[in-house]
């Protein structure tokens, strides 16, 4: 139950299956603070855990191991097999999509489209940070997002906290004014999917039978460009876990930075921590 006056998370989650464990881990921490958590998906459809992420067998393979124990899959399953991720926000319904310059009305459209924008706004002011959880599928639907990069830049004009892992840095990177172009990240410390953790083959999504090979695109590359010369993608390759804190960043590598990017997250909410890992 949350506690009176509680912290508000918007945790943000991909139609094509988050990793298990990146959205227990934090879950965990939020829960024990008795953070109240709202979920929201793309088009507000519900969110499921991939499969291999239920599986301790599963061996990943740039690791040569298994990276679920049981406990992981069985608190995976129980989540994904409640109610608890019924009926997400409607991120699609709740921001509107930004105008072509191609569009009759141009000037008029993109000005109700920062009217809308303004309004969501409004109303993401009653959360406390943001969450964006990882694993193969915000590849899909939620790296490129526009409507997604709206509500982290609101988050970032509030400097109000910004959590991401594994493939959920990536919007991250891509979030940015229309005025400058530059990434919200620039001169900034993060973590996020390194190369050496990349697929070679097999990565998939659910929802389609499309199996692909590597990941459509190197994510340590895209952090290492979009944090710029003055900034750092920070990957720790060889060490058990990555999380950085740069605030009002929070990134955490891969699955096994879960729990403590959770912990991370409190602790900049309620200890006022403004850097970690670096």
Known sequence: MARKNAKRI?????EYGYWGEELVGPLHHFDQRGYEVDFATPTGKRAHALPPSMDPGYIDPPLGRSVTSEEVARLTRELDGSDRLDDPLDISAWLPQRPYTSDD???????EYH???ALVEQELDAYDALLIVGGSGPIVDLGNNERLHEIILAFHRAGKPIAAECYGVTPLAFARDWEDRESIIRGKRVTGHCKEYDYKDGTGFLGTDFVMGPPPYPLEYILRDATGPDGRYIGNFGKETSVIV???FITGRS???????????????EDGLRRFGW
């Open 255 to 269: 699955t096994p930075d879960s729990y403590l990017t959770g912990e991370k997250v409190v602790e900049v909410l």
């Open 10 to 14: 918007l945790v943000v989650l991909s």
């Open 246 to 248: 740069d605030f009002p």
């Open 105 to 111: 009305d141009y000037l008029r459209r993109l000005e």
């Open 115 to 117: 009217r809308a924008v």
